[in-house]
């Protein structure tokens, strides 16, 4: 997953009860987790983390059995909402916006990020 340690405290609750189960549904999480809050609770911030791209659900005997995502497929989707909600959808914003934004890059970050630039340049040429 993306760093769960960004998400809010109970949504990272959830997180950590889908995975240690391995999945489940919104009884499932109610379970696995202490002070629980409402059923309906559950349920609706299960609905904002698939939206966010941490979960997805099937539909099992009439109920929503939810997984969590693969890592990479995580990053995938929160750095695509992160650029359409922030950044128009631009990646050269986005990036613009964390090279300015605390003037904390040293020179092997900013080294790296001219190998990347490098690398996407040979790969768009093929």
């Known amino acids: 997953m ?5 998400l809010p405290r109970r949504e ?10 391995g999945g489940g549904t919104v009884a499932d999480v109610l379970d696995g987790m202490q002070d629980p809050p409402s059923y309906s609770a559950v349920r609706a911030m299960l609905t904002k983390l698939e ?3 941490y979960v997805t ?6 109920a929503y059995r939810y997984q969590p ?4 497929q ?4 929160a750095v695509r909402h992160l650029l359409d909600t922030f950044f128009g ?4 914003q986005a990036v613009s916006a964390l090279i300015t934004a605390d003037g904390r890059l040293d020179e092997d970050e900013l080294d790296r990020l001219e190998l990347l630039v490098a690398q996407a340049r040979r790969a768009g040429r093929k």
Not at 69 to 72: K, N, S, Y
């Open 2 to 6: 993306t760093d769960l340690r960004k």
């Open 12 to 21: 990272r609750q959830i997180m950590d009860c889908l995975i240690a189960k």
């Open 51 to 53: 939206r966010k791209g």
């Open 57 to 62: 659900h099937q539909e099992v005997d009439r």
């Open 69 to 72: 995502v693969a890592r990479e």
């Open 74 to 77: 995580a990053r995938r989707t």
């Open 89 to 92: 959808g631009s990646t050269t």
